[in-house]
């Protein structure tokens, strides 16, 4: 509430989540041509996906963002755990691609049809009664998971693409680290960092601490790591199953 | 002074004042202190033949130098060295750098412009002159001595979609020059430049003429080539068909998408084709470096030509007449139903983009992307920086026939680089670079060593027979560029770049 009573005093108006101050023609214009130039390639040319990056007009993120409160930090800082590098420009010109973002996003919600894109409904051919048991069964999901336990309601907190995205690969599920100093010693934490010399894990006091790989012992336990194991033995029809199963759990 | 002495000086300074720029021999076979080409030499194999860098001693190697170039745009070239001068680009910048010390002669800078700023793989050299492919397209020749703009020319129009950052292929009197532009239905072409006028000397059309009925489009030139002289044939790889996605309205082989390809440098005349993927629905271009190989196969001396490709196949064709000798996979791959006669996977219509969505093996990214590859002659391993994953895939009608046509999302890759038995394909070792892998280039060198970088920002050095850690530095950033090598003074240097930032390493001077 805060952040929409400053967006909006700054704006001269209260802004509602993913609207923005109407810009002016010269600021969409200089958006769109940095736009172009910058992002068009990753986020395509009307902002709807191009070669990696997802569609800004569709971005849970952009569709929260007042008045770039939230866009203009990622363009500053990056997503660099996803592949997006920081932007070091001008306010000014963060400013204008935020309101090129928000005009394309007004633009593409006021098209009908023919949309690229994929909705909820497109990913509603599975049988839930053959994903059930593919969870129980041949995948092995009830090892880790329970449709009453961690998995309860998990339908109405996600939906469509983010919770088959999700299922397949929960890259935001933190492994944690064991580390054994050469004292004897042992340390447990959340995996913060690792490379092939390097160790680093956060403490329970969220501490950063960091070893030399060679100089301890750890043992890093990484739960995504088994969806990726899993990739190599879905079928298509597997997938949509699971998909059709996990969205009954509401 | 003693007289040896004198002498030495004298041809030293002679040799530096004889070198002037880039003759065409000199591309034939590069000297010890020059990087002339993309690749270096024309047979993209990005091995250097210096061996004062040893196994024993590369754990001694420090920076001798970093350049910056205060761009946020990443370096992604390959250096140009020639005369003691280094030229490295970022979009629409180009920098001449002294290769002994790291500072700036010249900095040229191209007006702004709209074109998409992904990428300068950098620039090539004929001459005393320097041929820069920028954002909108355009084809501008420097002056190597300052930067200055000897002719600016149009070589596709960017309103159309088209948009450049490859580096050249300058073959004798030719400079040979790619396109990018899979964001619309045009057709990829490549263009014969005359170095000293700018005039197109040919031109060679990777599809048929946009809008002819039922034909693809597509087939983007956006990488660097490679050529023999012997046999007088450029080979180069061409990217996806378009649209991109979905494949109704583009039934067939789509070809010359997604394909490599042996022309004649004086006239673009098709010698013969091969397609890694025919009818391509996932963006896997073809483009990755036709590297040229003279040596056995399977006890027959060849001519062969290998490609890791983006689409997870390593091929091994004879490059006189394009037959294919090996085809196998260096990762996982789930989209083909096996292999053709030619050699050609054969693609499955089941894996195809659908509206509720398609588990590909690799993504769209690929298994290796556009940079380089290196080949070791002594081990016989062709070296490659490979991203097994798997990215999810959709299209629908609704999603038209133009441009993209479909969606397509990463769920999973990790980084590894792989050592490839060229004689039977088998992976002798694999080295782990890290989640989402890397994107370094690869270069050997005649020491056993192998450079490249990991998907932190480790430079490393390893060792070529075992893929073992010889030496490592954190660089700040991911390496997004190609290594090279060169000696100058009696000094070997190896260059890396990451982000901005351009790395000179050597041993320490005694």
């Known amino acids: 509430m805060r952040a929409l009573v400053i967006a909006g005093m700054l704006g001269g108006f209260s802004l509602l989540p993913g609207q923005t101050a109407k810009p002016t023609a010269a600021m969409l214009a200089s958006g769109g041509s940095q736009f172009i130039q910058q992002c068009a390639f990753c986020h395509g040319r009307d902002a709807g996906g191009g070669e990696d990056g997802p569609d800004l007009t569709r971005s849970k993120l952009v569709a929260e963002d007042i008045g770039g409160d939230k866009v203009a930090p990622v363009i500053r800082n990056g997503r660099p755990e996803k592949g997006m590098p920081p932007f070091a420009l001008p306010e000014s010109e963060i400013a204008a691609l935020v309101a090129f973002i928000h005009d394309r996003k007004t633009t593409a919600e006021s098209q009908k049809g023919g949309r690229r894109g994929v909705d909820v409904a497109d990913l509603q051919t599975g049988n839930a009664e053959a994903g059930k048991q593919y969870f129980t069964g041949a995948g092995r999901c009830a090892t880790c998971h329970s449709p009453t336990g961690d998995l309860k309601g998990v339908a109405t907190r996600l939906e469509g693409l983010k919770l088959e995205m999700q299922m397949l690969y929960p890259r935001d599920v933190k492994a944690k680290v064991t580390v054994t100093l050469p004292s004897g010693e042992t340390l447990s934490g959340e995996l913060a960092y690792q490379d092939e010399f390097t160790i680093g894990m956060r403490d329970s006091s969220k501490r950063y601490r960091s070893w030399p790989a060679r100089q301890v012992k750890y043992t890093v336990d990484a739960p995504a790591e088994v969806h990726a194991a899993l990739l190599a033995k879905y079928t298509d029809a597997d997938i949509h199953n699971l998909m059709a199963y996990l969205q009954t759990l509401r | ?510």
């Open chain 2, 1 to 510: 002074m003693n007289s040896f002495h004198s002498f030495c000086l004298l041809a030293a300074l002679t040799g530096s004042m004889l070198a002037q720029g880039v003759n065409p021999d000199l591309l034939l076979k590069p000297p010890a202190d020059s990087w002339p080409g993309y690749h270096g030499d024309y047979s993209g194999q990005r091995h250097s033949r210096l061996t004062q860098i040893t196994q024993q001693n590369v754990a001694q190697m420090g920076l001798a130098w970093a350049y910056q170039t205060g761009q946020i745009q990443q370096i992604k070239c390959s250096p140009l060295l020639v005369d003691g001068v280094l030229y490295i680009t970022v979009p629409d910048n180009v920098y001449a750098v002294d290769a002994r010390s790291g500072h700036q002669l010249w900095h040229y800078t191209y007006p702004p412009n709209k074109g998409f700023h992904i990428g300068s793989r950098g620039v090539s050299m004929y001459k005393e002159w320097l041929y820069f492919m920028t954002p909108d397209a355009h084809l501008i020749c420097l002056n190597a001595s300052d930067g200055t703009v000897r002719w600016n020319i149009v070589v596709a129009d960017s309103q159309k979609g088209y948009w450049t950052t490859m580096s050249p292929l300058v073959v004798n009197n030719h400079v040979i020059v790619g396109v990018s532009g899979d964001f619309d239905n045009l057709s990829g072409f490549l263009k014969s430049i005359d170095p000293e006028t700018g005039q197109t000397q040919w031109r060679w059309d990777s599809t048929p003429p946009v809008g002819t009925p039922g034909a693809t489009s597509g087939g983007m030139t956006w990488m660097t080539g490679t050529y023999d002289p012997a046999l007088h044939l450029i080979y180069w790889g061409t990217g996806n068909p378009t649209p991109v996605l979905t494949g109704t309205n583009r039934l067939g082989d789509d070809l010359y998408t997604c394909s490599i390809v042996a022309l004649n440098p004086d006239t673009g005349k098709l010698a013969w084709s091969f397609q890694p993927s025919p009818h391509d629905t996932h963006d896997w271009d073809a483009v990755e470096t036709p590297v040229l190989v003279d040596a056995d196969f399977h006890g027959k001396p060849r001519k062969m030509l290998m490609q890791t490709s983006r689409n997870g196949y390593f091929f091994v064709l004879d490059r006189i007449t394009g037959e294919s000798l090996l085809t196998t996979t260096f990762g996982p791959t789930n989209w083909a139903l096996g292999v053709d006669k030619r050699g050609r996977p054969i693609p499955n219509p089941e894996k195809e983009p659908a509206p509720d969505g398609r588990l590909i093996a690799p993504n769209e990214g690929g298994m290796t992307n556009y940079r380089s590859p290196s080949f070791d002659a002594k081990t016989g391993l062709f070296i490659v920086d490979a991203h097994p994953g798997y990215g999810i895939y959709f299209a629908k009608p609704a999603d038209g026939t133009f441009g993209w046509a479909g969606a397509d999302y990463d769920v999973w890759s990790k980084g590894v680089l792989d050592a490839i038995d060229y004689q039977t394909g088998k992976i002798r070792w694999t080295h782990e670079l890290g989640a989402n892998g890397s994107g370094a280039g690869v270069l050997t060198t005649d020491s056993g060593i192998i450079f490249t970088g990991d998907s932190t920002g480790n430079v490393l050095a390893l060792r070529t027979s075992d893929g073992k850690t010889l030496w490592h530095a954190g660089a700040g950033g991911q390496m997004q560029s190609s290594p090279i090598s060169y000696e100058l003074d009696g000094r070997q240097y190896i260059l890396t770049s990451a982000g901005g930032v351009l790395f000179a390493w050597a041993l320490p001077v005694r």
